[in-house]
């Protein structure tokens, strides 16, 4: 293929995954908001059901690896990992009952500093003043962004900050419990291992929360939704997750985030523009900020990522875990932070 075909393909995948992120944001907001379907964790466990059941057929039909995972493993380094993503996913899909799509997005510019914030405490990463200069600024933007919202609803803000929060410690126990320890999985079987996971951890905050009013008068909320509208819901959800694995695989994980900002100003203007949503120039001011920020750290990883670090010595696999084949996917579990989310995300 071409350098100029390579370029296509590749910004072909970009738009790609935008739209589908995009949708699916619009879709579970339209779904919780405008339809009045307001159990978020039912929206959560309905993608994760249907996103394992997709992965395991994919593992049966051979299109993926399936390598043999010990329970130590699925215990120790899985469920916790499934914990924070069903929490994450979760407390996501929650705020948006109460705040905007377009506020959302600017709470979501905080996750940069969450994450640092997370590293620094866990030792993954030394502090610096470089770092602590953008960690500052993007506080400040969100800061200001939240200052500015005419309408402040602290229990939406504290629902997304709780998902940011959530999604952070995930990224970082990924980064404890797999990245470091040499084990990667093929995306796909990552989703049949992580997704039922999840589904089970929110069983218990389901039942308590949502069952009852979920299941009265034979499922009547989610009839009155109808069966083909959730099923194109959640298949938008397995979709975003393909999407995602795609681009990473044929950019990387930092051409992701770049486009992410790109998705967040567009679902911004969209909910002004078509949805309504006010948004005051304060607002703008602070996400503009915020977003200098961000930017200006996606340019410091990518000159870390491209300064030269000495090979680590060869290993053997990790006790646990063995793979049919020897072959290992390009794609490690921490680069699966944005497809996983499908409510938001998933």
Known sequence: MSEAHTLLYQFYLIVQWIFLSSTIILFNKHLLSSRHFHFPLTL?????AFVSACAHLY?????????????????????PIAALFAASLGFGNAAYL????????M??????????????????????????????????????????????DWTGVML???????????????????????IKLPSVT?????????????????????????????????RHLGFLTLLANASVAFLLNLATMALIKNTSALTL??????????????????SGAVVTNLQYGGYALAILGVSLY?????????SPTPEPPASGPPRGIRSKNKRESNDDEEEEAEPLASPPKC
Not at 98 to 105: D, H, R
Not at 169 to 182: E, H, M
Request: charged share 10%; aromatic share 10%.
């Open 44 to 48: 959560v466990m309905m993608h994760m």
């Open 59 to 79: 593992r049966y039909l051979g299109w993926t690896e399936a390598p043999n995972i010990s329970w130590r493993d699925v215990g120790t380094r899985f469920v």
């Open 98 to 105: 109460y705040i905007s799509v377009a506020f959302v997005q």
């Open 107 to 152: 709470l979501k510019a905080a996750t940069p500093v969450a994450v640092l914030l997370c590293s620094f405490a866990l030792g993954l990463e030394q502090p610096n003043a470089q770092l602590g200069g953008y960690v500052v600024l993007i506080a400040i933007g969100v800061a200001i962004a939240c200052y500015g919202q005419l309408q402040l």
């Open 160 to 182: 997304q900050i709780g998902a940011v929060l959530a999604e952070a410690l995930r990224l970082c126990l990924v980064n404890i419990a797999l990245t470091a320890r040499g």
């Open 190 to 222: 990552f989703l049949s291992v992580v997704a039922p996971l999840c589904a089970a951890v929110l069983l218990p905050a389901w039942a308590y929360l949502e069952a009852a009013a979920v299941c009265r008068n034979r499922f009547a909320p989610i």
């Open 257 to 274: 985030n770049v486009s992410g900002v790109f998705k967040d100003i567009g679902l911004i203007l969209f909910s002004v523009g078509i």
């Open 298 to 306: 996606s340019a410091y990883k990518r000159a870390q990522a491209a």
